[in-house]
């Protein structure tokens, strides 16, 4: 008889990477972390970009994964991290109105790296066994809306809970012209990379597959 698959944990909010998940095949758990991401960033002022976004998604992993380890205790948390690199700056969610309008009036017409970091911690017999990380850059060519349409957009609220003010997947998807690399990773979670972060772990992703 074989043994029972690992619960596949989201430390996740964001319903774009659930979805990416479950037309992926997986349905997983969503726990969000209540991980400060201003006060982890703010402690890596001068780490490397790429070192920043996987360091976000390991603390999100890692706070999950210790939090529910009693309810779940054979799993693996998927933890990520999303942001923009342009101009040698990271972009995470503007927030406010005017900030998106910067960051557009910034952006348009331009290509910029959306960077995604990517933790996967394995649970086993109620104890965090291991955790291996990994970073996806696909960059974003991004079209020059009008104002009108982008006066629209960002009125739509969409842009301003979302790395770098865009989505690839939903109403951001008019503005942009091209990726180049993963598209998944652009929605906040890289089908390719946590295929190879679940290997490390030795799983294969085809087991986890949701079966009727």
């Known amino acids: 008889m074989s043994a029972p698959l690992p619960t596949v ?4 909010a964001s319903p774009a990477r659930r ?4 037309s992926a095949g997986i349905d997983p758990v969503v726990l969000v972390s209540g991980v400060d991401e ?12 790429h070192d ?11 706070a999950v994964a210790a939090e529910f380890v009693d309810h779940y205790p054979d799993a693996v948390v998927i933890g990520c991290d999303s942001m923009l690199h342009l101009d040698g700056a990271l972009l995470g969610k503007p927030h406010t109105a005017e900030e998106a309008q910067r960051r557009w009036t910034a952006m348009a ?13 394995r649970v086993a017999d109620g104890a965090s066994v291991g955790t291996v ?13 009008t104002q009108a349409e982008l006066d629209a957009y960002i ?17 951001g998807g008019w503005f942009v012209d091209g990726v ?24 294969a992703v085809t087991d986890l597959w949701t079966r009727p």
Not at 9 to 12: D, E, F, G, P, T
Not at 52 to 62: D, E, G, R, S, Y
């Open 9 to 12: 944990v989201l430390a996740s």
């Open 19 to 22: 979805a990416v998940l479950q």
């Open 38 to 49: 201003d006060a982890v960033a703010a402690g890596l002022r001068d780490a490397a970009a």
């Open 52 to 62: 920043i976004v996987v360091a976000l998604a390991t603390a999100k992993a890692q």
């Open 109 to 121: 017409g331009r290509t910029g790296d959306l960077l995604t970091g990517h933790a996967v911690v």
């Open 133 to 145: 990380t990994g970073t996806c850059s696909t960059a974003v060519r991004f079209g020059t809306p």
């Open 155 to 171: 009125g739509t609220g969409e842009p301003l809970a979302v790395a770098g003010a865009f989505t690839i997947d939903g109403l």
């Open 180 to 203: 180049d690399g993963d598209p998944s990773s652009v929605v906040g979670i890289s089908l390719p990379l946590t295929r190879r972060l679940l290997a490390e772990h030795g799983l």
